[in-house]
């Protein structure tokens, strides 16, 4: 594939979203690299050539090499007339099959697919019992070890609430501060049903277990919902939770580790393949088109 086009000189009079799911495997990661095959970079050469515009696509979160996205946004501004809806069809025509346009819709000109998210939410699976199965090779991680979920689960709810993690921060600091707030964080086990579907359950592990009869399933789910997220973050979480799972450490260790603000006390950065953007959330007025829009529907 040829290098990516160049970023844009001029910004579009529209404002465009797209919601972006993509299979990681083979990508370099989101963010455009010399000499790689980036997510970004054949979205951007797919908008080339459906508009002949040259613009730089932005995203909610630049996701590394190997990660997956159920639902990652990406903005970009345009002057084409394509109505905003049409771009669904137009760029995944100029796309491969491991990357997938959910929607498209034209947002407020001050929308910034970046700096306009104030929630994300990041899964990561998990496969302690018996034999890995074809179809999710890739696609999670197999951790090696016996994990008890219940302990993961009691381990989580120490996350919760505003602090400084740069104890879960690769190359501190990469950003100007590490302080974050999880808003919800959870672990429960499950078979392969509904894995990949971008939906919420917050009920009680144990509520939801009895319901769905995926207590004895194979699949640990481990779910963190933030207002933002460190490099490597969820991996080194996860990599904890691997420890105090198979009983390596105590269930409150993670309070430890959060105020050592130590990197090396806390666990391995779990592999990228287990990893899930999920979702991102933005205020709802920043979604609606400008008033007088014609170009949603076709």
């Known amino acids: 594939m040829n290098d990516a086009p160049a970023a844009p000189v001029s ?23 010399p000499g790689h095959v980036s997510v970004q970079q054949c979205l951007e050469q797919a908008l080339l050539k459906v508009t002949g515009e040259s613009r730089r696509i932005l995203c909610a979160g630049r996701t590394d090499a190997g990660v997956h996205a159920l639902a990652q946004a990406a903005s970009f501004t345009t002057d084409s007339s394509i109505p905003a809806v049409r771009f669904q069809n137009a760029l995944q025509t100029a796309l491969p099959d491991d990357i997938t346009i959910l929607r498209s819709q034209e947002v407020a000109a001050e929308f ?39 302990r993961m689960q009691n381990a989580v709810q120490h996350l919760l609430g505003t602090h400084d993690f740069r104890c879960f921060e690769s190359h501190y600091p990469n950003k100007q501060t590490s302080v974050r707030t999880i808003e919800r964080a959870t672990v429960y086990r499950t078979t392969a049903q509904n894995l990949w579907q ?38 080194a979480i996860v990599g904890t939770l691997i420890d105090i799972g198979r009983g390596k450490c105590p269930e409150d260790f993670l309070s430890t580790v959060i105020r050592s603000q130590d990197r090396s006390l806390a666990g391995m950065t779990a592999p990228p393949q287990g990893l899930y953007l999920v979702s991102v959330e933005y205020p709802q007025e920043l979604l609606r088109p400008p008033a007088g829009d014609s170009t949603q529907s076709g």
């Open 11 to 33: 910004r579009g009079r529209r404002n465009i979203l797209l919601t972006v799911s993509y299979d990681g495997t083979v990508y370099s990661g989101w963010q455009i690299q």
């Open 198 to 235: 971008a939906e919420h359950d917050w009920r009680d592990p144990h509520e939801r277990a009895a319901t769905t009869s995926a207590a004895a399933g194979p699949i640990i789910i481990c779910e963190f919902t933030a207002d933002g997220f460190l490099y490597n973050m969820v991996r």
């Open 112 to 150: 910034h697919a970046t700096y306009s998210a104030v929630r994300k939410t990041y899964r990561y699976l998990l496969h302690d019992r018996g034999i890995l199965p074809p179809f999710l090779r890739g696609y999670c991680t197999v951790p090696g070890f016996a994990l008890d979920a219940a």
